[in-house]
């Protein structure tokens, strides 16, 4: 069984910085590659950063690029999503996703490629 927690949510104002944490876990499993998406009320969730294991490789979303930073975490298996510059509409629930496959990549931006997912945690950003 493998465990995605997410960490690091919280009531901000526009203009200010954030982190989130990820952790995941799991008897047996390799990690390949960790993402965070997010989701808004009334919309779909959507990609925002992702990091193959290693930090090898990051990607963003275009509209959280020059803003967020992707890197592993100093603890094992743990990622951590630095929000600088946030705005009211980065609020949304933000979701870490967890893949052993390299595969995952190919599709990275599409929540149905990811296999584990974390309960989810609240970031909100008032003007």
């Known amino acids: 069984q493998v465990h995605v927690q997410e960490s690091g949510g919280g009531l901000v104002q526009a203009g200010d910085s954030l982190r989130l944490s990820c952790a995941a876990s799991g008897d047996g499993f390799s990690i390949y590659a960790l993402a965070w998406f997010r989701q808004a009320p009334g919309k779909e969730r959507e990609f925002v950063a992702a990091?193959?294991?290693?930090?090898?490789?990051?990607f963003y979303e275009d509209s959280v690029k020059g803003r967020f930073t992707v890197a592993s975490g100093n603890a094992e298996n743990t990622v951590n999503l630095q929000m600088d510059s946030l705005k009211p509409e980065d609020t949304a629930i933000y979701y870490c996703?967890?893949?052993?496959?390299?595969?995952?990549?190919?599709?990275?931006?599409?929540?149905?490629?990811?296999?584990?997912w974390g309960q989810g945690t609240q970031v909100t950003v008032s003007s």
């Open positions: 990091i193959s294991w290693g930090g090898d490789a990051q």
């Open positions: 996703a967890a893949d052993s496959s390299f595969q995952v990549m190919n599709r990275m931006e599409n929540p149905a490629a990811w296999a584990y």
